[in-house]
C-alpha cells in the first residue's frame, strides 16, 4: 500500500522525466507533457492530432468571447428600443461594458475582424431571444434581421 501511494505521489509530482497522462483520461497532465515536449523540441513525441484540436479550440473560445459581448450589448439595445418607458442607467452601463469587452477581444484577435459580420449575427439571434424572455414582448415584437450594424452596437449614443 505505501509503495502504491508513493508512485501516485511521484505521478503527480513534477519530475524530470514527463507523466505520460492520456489526453482523454487526465488532460491537465497531458497539457503539462505537450508543453514540456514542445520546449524541448521533441516533436516526434508530440499528440499532433489533440494539439491540434486544442490550438483550434482556442481560437474558437476568442470567437465565442466576441460572440458573448456583442450578444450582451445587443440584448440591452434590443430592450432599450422597445421598451423606453424602463430605460435605465444599468443597461447603459452594461452596452458600454460590453463595448469595452469588443474592443480588447478584437484588440487581442484582429484576425477576427474578418468574422465580425458573423459575430453579430450569431449574437443577434440569442439576443433577440433573450431580450423577449427577459421583456416579456412577443419575439416577433423584434426585428427578424439584425437591425443593428457594428459601428451601431459600438458607437451609439444612448442619452436617457
Not at 484576425?111 to 439571434?125: C, Q
Request: proline residues 6%; charged residues 35%.
Amino acid at each position: 500500500m505505501a509503495e502504491q501511494s508513493k508512485k501516485f505521489h511521484a505521478d503527480l509530482a513534477p519530475g524530470d522525466e514527463p507523466v505520460r497522462a492520456e489526453y482523454e483520461r487526465d488532460f491537465y497532465s497531458w497539457s503539462i507533457e505537450q508543453a514540456r515536449v514542445l520546449r524541448e523540441g521533441r516533436h516526434d513525441a508530440l499528440d499532433r492530432d489533440n494539439l491540434a484540436e486544442e490550438i483550434e479550440s482556442l481560437g474558437r473560445e476568442q470567437f465565442n468571447k466576441l460572440v458573448s459581448a456583442l450578444r450582451v450589448a445587443m440584448l440591452h439595445m434590443l430592450k432599450w428600443d422597445h421598451q423606453p418607458p424602463l430605460r435605465s442607467r444599468s443597461w447603459v452601463l452594461s452596452i458600454e461594458e460590453q463595448r469595452l469587452e469588443i474592443v480588447d477581444v478584437l484588440a487581442d484577435n484582429p484576425g477576427l475582424k474578418p468574422r465580425i459580420n458573423e459575430a453579430i449575427a450569431r449574437a443577434y439571434r440569442r439576443a433577440r431571444i433573450e431580450a423577449a424572455k427577459e421583456t416579456g414582448l412577443d419575439e416577433a415584437t423584434f426585428p427578424g434581421p439584425c437591425p443593428y450594424s457594428f459601428d451601431d452596437i459600438t458607437k451609439r449614443s444612448f442619452a436617457r
